[in-house]
């Protein structure tokens, strides 16, 4: 029934902005917000509106919207005080304006006469059909009109992941964290205080988006816990959703009656219901961003039989035990597979997985290793720890012993070739086998390399690698689960 | 049945439903509850423990009575109608006026302890509850919820994720409990929170598992919604 709520293509692929509220002042949101999206390159018209101004970022400024020389305007981007949105909002509406973002605060969350505004504002765009974001928001963000309506200046990547968010601030943090580990965005959307649009709203839109493989969730509170479920049900029979929780409050319900009542803390329920929902829950932002990475570019493993394989045997006896406590098996590797790898390590090696490889240099026989243990049918995924991003280790060593990088450019860059071969490698593989692989560059910020094929998945420690594989275990155990009933 | 007892509680003013109002609901939605028969009388009682057969358990009854084990208004292991005799009178006396009757009940021997139980949340609605039953349920807090209506997938999840889960298998002599019938009564409270939409919250505690693995509700609290016009808040 109100599916129409989410049909907001009019808010992420508009065909032109009326923006109103624009500012010559460099220090007020109506300049910052403008430049923002004359800077992202947005592809349509823009028409700044101020009754004061004649000129902004060399364009035209109209006096109101009705006086806009479009006949359809898709999206209004509201920056003027909470007290003169309703007014401008009905302007918008007698234009025929499709959808709307209301930056200002100063509405419900506020309490008071805020509460009344917003109301007010809600009434209006829905008399009007009109698409409402916030109020009070960041702004939304989409990679294929290169739309960046946003108040801080993140410039995400285009890529497959799209991301609603209840704080802004949270949210747009977010997006720069993600840009430095350069995972790539399809669309964001800070909900604001949600008048009219819910993130329940975004998550269907998003559902929905062919530009979208992956959705990501940052949840304080749902006003429609049904709604939200309902519609997390239907988008996780075909794309992963994450999400991660604010406000984990251990409470149980006041004035309960029963103990069940005195034992139901909100965390706990909202944790069971995205569980039921067949949601990834993260518990941490970075987290949400590693699984956002593994999801959107790994196969889904089939099981949950890990094989380990490591540079050195401390690692994988660690990376084995978090495998343990996050419900993933390390199962022994079969005859066929031992018999390959007796054929490339020196005769003391593990002969079990983990298989350790025990310090050797040779990084051609490491990749046959992995092979080998990737064609073994009881193993679903690999964790490789240390083989990947070598050139990390090289080069602190170079640092340490010459003390002037410059002189042994050519040697480093070498071994920054030789990664870049292991990686293509591992893509290769990860296609061959349609095995998920996550490289683990041990005791460094190592970026994997740029490759004709893409980017490795590789993870800041072994326990995010291992939370990696055990979030795409339970979404690929949940899916399975619908196909049984 | 269940809507003419809660409407007779909600008519009357009540916050919960008796132990017995309680269980004969929790039975019309597939919960297997321990036999048992309301008495009003000693003589009364002594034919029903006949009936169900020695040894019972009797507890004071009635609508406004609950925390019985606090109260010690529960008297286990009456095996002679003399001591039907004796216990009736003790109960009463502590009951007091509150007294509506004595219940008189099957005698479950002491087993495995499990808690069910349905509460609403003011975000995703009706939620049941699964988890170690007993005197201590509050302290281990091991319990797990889902928001109804609940898959069976719901159920097996919640059965196999409590911390205590082991305790459900075979163990030290005790057989392995008939997780599809615990799966049963999981899904049938998850029932109750969308079609009684008077109900407020459910404790069955303990919920114990008998000598050969079948759960069966000994103890049951319904609470109900009040109307409007008694000035509820929640």
Same mark, same amino acid.
């Given at each position: ?58 364009r ?10 479009a ?10 005080p ?17 959808g ?33 974001v ?13 739309? +960046?309506?946003?108040?801080?200046p ?76 309902d ?16 406000g ?19 965390a ?64 022994p ?14 005769p003391y ?18 990749i ?109 155990? +949940? ?7 | ?44 009682a ?37 001591k ?63 928001v ?87």
């Amino acid at each position: 029934m109100d599916n129409w709520k989410s049909e907001l293509d009019c808010v992420f692929n508009p065909r032109n902005i009326a923006f109103i509220g624009a500012s010559k002042n460099v220090t007020k949101w109506g300049h910052i917000i403008l430049g923002n999206i004359v800077a992202g390159q947005f592809k349509g018209d823009i028409f700044p509106v101020n009754p004061r101004e004649e000129w902004i970022m060399e364009r035209k400024v109209y006096r109101t919207v009705g006086e806009i020389p479009a006949d359809e305007i898709d999206l209004a981007v509201i920056v003027v005080p909470s007290k003169v949105v309703p007014g401008i909002l009905r302007e918008c509406a007698d234009k025929g304006v499709k959808g709307a973002i209301v930056v200002p605060g100063g509405f419900s969350e506020e309490g008071g006469e805020g509460i009344e505004i917003e109301r007010e504002l809600a009434v209006i765009a829905e008399d009007a059909g009109m698409r409402l974001v916030g109020p009070n928001t960041m702004g939304v963000y989409c990679g294929r009109s290169s739309l +960046y309506a946003m108040m801080p200046p993140v410039r995400p990547k285009p890529g497959p992941v799209a991301f609603v968010a209840q704080s802004g601030n949270l949210g747009t943090q977010m997006m720069s964290i993600g840009q430095r580990k350069e995972i790539g965005f399809s669309k964001f959307a800070a909900s604001g205080n949600e008048a009219a649009t819910a993130a329940s709203d975004y998550l269907k839109y998003f559902g929905r988006d062919p530009d979208t493989k992956v959705l990501l969730a940052y949840i304080e509170g749902l006003k429609d816990g049904r709604e939200f479920i309902d519609a997390a049900s239907e988008i996780t029979r075909e794309k992963p959703l994450i999400v991660f929780k604010g406000g984990q409050t251990a409470a149980g319900m006041k004035a309960a009656s029963s103990h069940t009542g005195a034992m139901a803390g909100s965390a706990q329920i909202y944790n069971a219901a995205f569980k039921q929902c067949g949601a990834v829950i993260a518990s941490t932002p970075n987290e949400m961003l590693d699984l956002a990475w593994a999801f959107a570019e790994l196969p889904l493993p089939r099981s949950n039989r890990v094989g380990i394989l490591t540079w050195g045997g401390g690692w994988g006896v660690v990376t084995a035990d978090a495998c343990e406590k996050a419900g993933l098996a390390i199962p022994p590797l079969s005859e066929n597979t031992i018999a390959a790898i007796d054929k490339l390590l020196p005769p003391y090696w593990s002969r079990n997985n983990p298989i350790d490889l025990v310090g050797t240099l040779d990084r051609d026989n490491h990749i046959k290793c992995l092979e080998a243990l990737l064609a073994d049918d009881g193993i679903d995924a690999a964790i490789v720890l240390g083989v990947v991003g070598g050139s990390t280790l090289v080069t602190a060593h170079v640092e340490t012993m010459m003390g002037a990088p410059a002189a042994v450019q050519a040697f480093v860059e070498h071994f920054k070739e030789v990664d870049r071969q292991i990686e293509t490698r591992l893509l290769e593989l990860t296609e061959q086998y349609k095995k998920p692989i996550i490289g683990v560059a041990v005791a460094s910020d190592y970026k994997p390399c740029h490759t004709e094929k893409g980017r490795i998945v590789a993870a800041p420690t072994p326990h995010m690698a291992v939370r990696m594989l055990a979030g795409m275990v339970d979404y690929n155990k +949940y899916r399975d689960s619908l196909e049984e009933d | 049945m269940s809507n003419n007892i809660i409407d007779k509680a909600v008519a009357e003013g009540r916050k919960t439903l008796s132990e017995y109002e309680s269980k004969k609901l929790l039975a019309d939605y597939g919960v297997p509850i321990v036999a048992e028969d309301i008495a009003g009388s000693v003589n009364d009682a002594a034919a029903i423990a006949e009936n169900i057969g020695w040894p019972v358990a009797m507890k004071a009854c009635g609508t406004g009575i609950t925390h019985k084990t606090e109260k010690k208004l529960i008297e286990l292991n009456i095996d002679s109608p003399q001591k039907v005799a004796a216990a009736y009178a003790a109960l009463a006396e502590r009951a007091g006026e509150g007294l509506e009757g004595v219940l008189v009940q099957e005698m479950i021997p002491a087993g495995r302890e499990l808690v069910v139980g349905l509460i609403r949340d003011k975000t995703f609605g009706p939620c049941v509850m699964f988890g170690i039953g007993g005197i201590y349920t509050e302290v281990f807090r091991d319990v797990t919820f889902r928001v109804a209506p609940l898959e069976k997938r719901d159920a097996s999840e919640m059965i196999g994720e409590i911390r205590g889960a082991a305790i459900l298998g075979a163990f030290r002599g005790m057989p392995e409990v008939d997780r599809g019938l615990l799966a049963e009564i999981l899904i049938g409270i998850g029932r109750i929170g969308i079609e009684q939409d008077k109900i407020n919250e459910i404790d069955i505690n303990p919920l114990i598992i008998d000598p050969v693995g079948a759960p069966v509700a000994v103890d049951a609290l319904v609470a109900v919604k009040q109307s409007s016009a008694t000035g509820c808040c929640r």
